[in-house]
RNA sequence: GGGCCAUUAGCUCAGUCGGUUAGAGCGCGCCUCUGAUAAGGGCGAGGUCCCUGGUUCGAAUCCAGGAUGGCCCA
């Protein structure tokens, strides 16, 4: 029975992943992880909760990734985890999606087709993607306890955030208020800040535009000229901006005397006008007009006056803009610092409330129609148009966003934002510019807008006393509170669940004037569902938290988070924020973030550009490692380019470790190696193997430090140059003693290395690409055929054993891959052959250690150029000739005619000592016509030349020359390696295995003289046992081969 | 307007602490090997390290200012 087992010449990875899916589940390696460290040190990771609205993406599979491979890397150091995943449940992400499946198009549908539904059906979807997102990220590679997945609309999820929202209101920060936000007609709520970034906000519409004249008061004749796209919004219209230091003309036309600014005049006014005077905006400042809709009930009380907005630009319009607070964001702020009316034309579907005469009852925006007759008819129209812009919508439903003034609640920020930033500061940002981020937004956030006129999700616990009662708000925060507080504390126990239209039944009885109070109806921004896992997940509320030992306790706050860069301002934001509400700390102890994923092409992925991966298709065709080592090797600053190219580049390079592993796989086998017998000492190996052992501890070294640090990108490149140093030099150099006959020391040697590097590396691998490494382990541990060896993941961390660390070593064999790059340097620009063996390489090493290291390694260089002998000089002179020119640039213009002796007289001097003290910034004297010349160095040009009969390369401060001259020898051995070359392709031409024996006639010139040097090693080389010069005998295979300039029979056979 | 990030070869990107001649992969050209290899290897061409100043014996790297691009906030 041998200990090991050839595998596959070519890796399926995707036959090997599914293999090794079926191996964790059989063998219950996951659960036996989890028993192995349940008594180990903690390492608290908290998941951000991923949205069960749609299958996952290739962009969540990035961040899945990275939360997979430090799990895995922290559990195989032996720390216990909790390992909980979960999922984002509430909102409109998914009442929209839920909308379009049912075919329900308004909130009046959705309250047609029944609330309680309505909430079923979005939580049948939740649960349906959560499966489907498990099963897909255990397709990764993902290892969680799916079974104990948490999810945000549980009713511990609510309580916690009752909590929290009863601590803000206990502090006074809960406050009820009016702002004009962007609203979404169709979904009918606002939108918050955070849902009006990102790809697709921004359309392009085509809106009507009007230029419109406003009367000035006590200027008969005299008009403000404004423009605007979005005509709807005139009925609100209280003022007219101005920036007071632009300038503005008054311009004569035929139709009258028009105000606005300069730069706009000759668009606007076409031609046929006159300049009658300029003026700053300031100077118009306070100008009362007549506004657009004077006539409507709703506008009797406002004054229209011409206010002073910094913010005002020439580049649009007329540059006077129209105010109407009630329907632009920075509308309702300028009236805030003006104190001007807010008039609020448009209800929450966007049709014009009672006070606005005709326009009552219409959609604001199939009113345009109508408005711009309605203003040509009172002859305030001077022009109109299409015009076509950028424009916000719904990122949901793609319905163009209108303003709209809203009733909404907030939490006042002004008072935790100093604890929040201090909190923030203790936290390690990874890299350490999303920390800066964070600062940033906390500086500059606004009140956090909290609620959402919606039904699935966290019901706001506000209770309000009736307006004809006190009016008091009762925030309740718990359940308990509640059935306390209830009018029917039954009804409360019997509530399926914290959710709408359930909670709204139940009322209160207000604690301070005992009247009903009834539950806002609104619902909570999704932000705070996921804001309190790191409390809601530990059952904070549950638990009596000050006395000592509690489950929260123990586990917050997390070690460690990682999500998207987005997410500073989203989870990490709110999580801090309850967290500070809640304990004034910060809820994790370090945050990861990372970028986008993005096409091959660094273009943004897409379903309407055609470009967009679905995760399924990419798992399918690129496998789990390879695409985990494409976002592994990312680095985090920057977006992934994520594509089926950059997959099959990293496929050749996993191909470069799987042919090192299926090599020794492969001799292992034939040879009956197995490591349990024994393998000299370290100390007894050959320097390659020392060599190979200390690259080894130098890379667990290097792994444990970029785990550690959370910054693993460098690890993925510095594997790959490792796999290129085992493949390429290690095991190219050794290959001999692995298949040499004799099972000497040095052979046991060559495995035992082998094999401790592959089981050491494979680990350091494991965590950022598991099957594979799995795979490897497997087959890397003898035993396998018998019984399944334990899961890779079982093992520990590899320690670095320091004795195994050779630093002079390393950069010994450093300088002689150099010197090897030198000598096939050399050889290329010659053009002589690699096979023909030539007589010396000589070395110009100006530095002690570089020649010791050549010496110490000589049968490397001899081996890997092809020389016979290395030589070392001290001196360039024997390999290179210098002639010293003069630098005729420079020296021209000095020495003009005379400038040819100048050169006889640098032929004069000795090359080589001139050469050498122009390279040490010396300068050199000449003797011209009897006089004394001085030149600089910048005035001499040095040539350097290889020697005759030398092929000469330099690089890394050597110079290398391989003597090119052949004698017969040499050009006899030369032959003797061609040949051998010729029979062994004969010998895959006769479709031979590798180890067949064969029978061998050779015919031809010349044979008899070679066969006496080199019969030997000919047939030691091709495994002949017996070589004839004769012709090719019957039956046997036969091929001719051209050798030098004559030509050869070849004819074998097997025995 | 404020903040963060980026800018290095045709393309995609490395480049720790400031240190000799700035590297890799892909692509391109030439060559080569094949007893691990649907492979591998070597060599070559290809660079104003975005610009301008400064600090320093020495700057792709640090500092200041600017340009361009991306993102966040206003």
Redesign the pocket.
Known sequence: MTAFKAPA??PDFKEIEARILDFWEDSRAFESLVEKNSDGPRFSFIDGPITANNPMGVHHAWGRSYKDVFQRYKAMQGYSQRFQNGFDCQGLWVEVEVERDLGLNSKREIEEFGLDRFARECRDRVLRFAKRITDQSIRLGMWMDWDNSYFTYSDENIEHIWLFLKTCHERGWIRRGGRVMPWCMRCGTSLS??E????DTYHEITHTYVTLRFPIENRPGEYLLVWTTTPWTLAGNVASAVHPELTYVKARTPDGIYYLSKSAAEAVLESGYEIIEELPGAELVGLRYRGPWDELPAQAEVVHTVVSWEDVSEDEGTGIVHIAPGSGA?DF?LAGEHDLPVVIPIDGEARYLEGFGPLTGRRALDATGFIVQNLEDKGMLVDTGDYTHRYPVCWRCKEEIVFNFVDEWFIACDGIRPLMKSAAETVNWV????G??M???L????DWAISRKRYWGLPLPFYVCGDDACGKLTVIGSVDELRELAVDPAAVDALPELHRPWIDSVTLNCPSCGNTAHRVPDVGDCWLDAGIVPYSTLDYMREDQSNGDTGWRNWFPAEFITEM??Q??LWFYSMLFMSVALEDRAPYKSAFVY??V?D???E?MHRSFGNAIDFDDAVKTLGADVMRWMYL???P?????FGF??GK?IV??L??L???Y??FL??AELDGFDPREGVPAVAERPALDRWILSRLTSLVAFASNRYDEYWI??LV?EL??FW?D???WY??LS??R????QADDDKRAAYGTLHEVLTTMVKVMAPLVPFVSEEMHQNLTPGVNSDAAPSIFLEDWPAADPSLLDEGLESQMAVVRSV???G??A???S?A???QPLSELVLGMP?QEDRAAVQAHVQIVLDEVNVKSVRIVESDDEILSHSIKPNYRLLGPRFGRRVGKVAQALDNLNAAAVAAAVSRGESVTISIDGSTETLEPQELDVRHEGVEGLAV???????GGIALALDDDLLLEGKA??L??AI??A??GAGFE??DRIRLHLDGPGVPELLDVYADHIA????AVEIQTAAPAGGMHVESVALADTAITVGLSRL
């Open positions: 010449k070519t800040q955070h009006l970034v990102g790809t920075e702020e890299p350490q510019s999303a800066k981020r600062q940033d937004w500086d500059n956030m606004g860069r987005e500073i301002r970028e986008k993005m091959e092409k660094g943004a090797g990312t680095n600053n920057s977006n992934v380019k190219g950059p580049e050749r390079k191909l470069t799987w042919n090192v299926s090599f492969t001799y990108y460098p490149a790959e140059r290129d085992l493949s390429n095991v190219r290959r001999r692995f298949w040499k006959s090897v790059g030198l096939r340097a050889r290329s620009s053009g052959k690699v096979r530095k390369e330099a690089r890394a401060g050597m110079v390696r061609d051998v070359h062994q392709n010998r895959r590798v180890s030691t080389e091709v495994l």
